[in-house]
Nanobody
Framework: QVQPVESGGGLVQAGGSLRLSCAVS????????MGWFRQVPGKDREFVAA????????RYADSVKGRFTISRDNAKNTVYLQMNSLKPEDTGVYYC???????????????????WGQGTQVTVSS
């Protein structure tokens, strides 16, 4: 059974940093592109960052560009999201997901992602 599991969320002050991790079991991790999305109550889930299966190509939402960095360790079946200079508007539940539909590209489309984690809460206080 495929199961992405996120960790690393928490409460941080504005300007601080967090590093999210997502460990994936049950599949050949290196075959999949990976993505991070986030959601706040009352709003649609939105794209944050993505990486191709090779790890060479990345893509970021404009709102996080220059502050967030996605990376992966295929030996550990894990994708990371380093979040720096956090802002209150970064608050939300962060989800990682696997992309088998178009793994060669860092897709921002949720329709390309098949397996989703349960999410980890990130709260940034002002």
């Amino acid at each position: 059974q495929v199961q992405p599991v996120e960790s690393g969320g928490g409460l941080v002050q504005a300007g601080g940093s967090l590093r999210l991790s997502c460990a994936v079991s049950g599949l050949t991790f290196s075959n999949y592109g990976m993505g991070w999305f986030r959601q706040v109550p009352g709003k649609d889930r939105e794209f944050v960052a993505a990486m191709s299966r090779s790890g060479v190509l990345t893509r970021y939402a404009d709102s996080v560009k220059g502050r967030f960095t996605i990376s992966r360790d295929n030996a550990k079946n894990t994708v990371y999201l380093q979040m720096n200079s956090l802002k209150p508007e970064d608050t939300g539940v962060y989800y990682c997901a696997t992309n088998i539909m178009r793994p060669l590209v860092p897709s921002a489309s949720q329709f390309d992602y098949d397996y989703w984690g349960q999410g980890t809460q990130v709260t940034v206080s002002s």
